[in-house]
């Protein structure tokens, strides 16, 4: 049983900042990759960024190179936005996974509910 639980999100307008937070919790630990996913409406759900634990290793979406930075400790992911753009909206989604770094949904087994990011122009 495994719980990943986000929290940050909110309305911010165009240039502002955001912090969404993630904890999971549950009988598994120390997860390999977590990272985050967003998908607004009409589009794609695409990976913003993601960390693995123990090797120096993130990714992140080019659209948000400069502006997001993760950080990792162990079940813990935390994901600091800056310089926010109108297109930055959209729902965005902890996940977690055992295994590699990855960038499509498939390859991450565990989803946290989502937390509604809204940029206002």
């Known amino acids: 049983q495994v719980q990943l639980v986000e929290s940050g999100g909110g309305l911010v307008q165009a240039g502002g900042s955001l912090r969404l937070s993630c904890a999971a919790s549950?009988?598994?630990?120390?997860?390999?990759?977590m990272g985050w996913f967003r998908q607004a409406p009409g589009k794609e759900r695409e990976l913003v960024a993601a960390d693995t634990w123990g090797v120096s290793r993130t990714r992140y979406a080019d659209s948000v190179k400069g502006r997001f930075t993760i950080s990792r400790d162990k079940n813990t992911v935390l994901l600091q936005m800056n310089s926010l753009k109108p297109e930055d909206t959209a729902v965005y989604y902890c996940v977690a996974d055992l295994t590699n770094i990855g960038v499509l949904p498939n390859e991450y087994a565990y989803w946290g509910q989502g937390t509604q990011v809204t940029v206002s122009a």
């Open positions: 549950g009988r598994t630990f120390g997860f390999y990759t």
